[in-house]
């Protein structure tokens, strides 16, 4: 079921910024729409390795250490979260959604419909 989706461009970064910085909207939109139990698939194997890490020891180090601190103080907030790394074959509309960003840059939209663009990989990945 389709609970909204959302794509913002951004210009500057690399692709383990955008995967963390889309976690932490997506968490948001989470929290702030009442969830009490999410489970966050991503096929950002390095995104998913940094947050199930609950030692803050070495964050610091990161070069990306302000956004992974705010992820993690989300996720240690009153509620569940299970955050997984699953292929990017089945993640198509994230694959999609993203791409939308990179061509739309400055633009952040979020739907609380599936846009017509979107019908083919959600169908594609429900089949997955």
């Not at 991503?42 to 180090?61: E, F, H, I, K, W």
Request: charged share 25%; net charge positive; proline share 4%.
């Amino acid at each position: 079921m389709w609970r909204g989706g959302f794509s913002r461009g951004a210009s500057q970064g690399d692709a383990l910024r955008a995967e963390l910085l889309a976690l932490e909207e997506g968490l948001s939109l989470c929290w702030e729409g009442g969830f009490q139990k999410v489970s966050c698939e991503c096929d950002c194997l390095g995104a998913v390795t940094l947050l199930q890490d609950r030692s803050p020891n070495r964050d610091y180090l990161h070069k990306h250490y302000d956004v992974i601190r705010r992820v993690k103080k989300m996720l240690a907030r009153d509620w569940v979260v299970y955050v997984s790394h699953i292929p990017r074959e089945i993640n198509s509309v994230a694959h999609t959604l993203a791409s939308w960003g990179v061509r739309n840059l400055g633009s952040t939209v979020f739907w609380r419909s599936p846009p017509d663009f979107i019908l083919l990989p959600l169908g594609r990945d429900c089949m997955s």
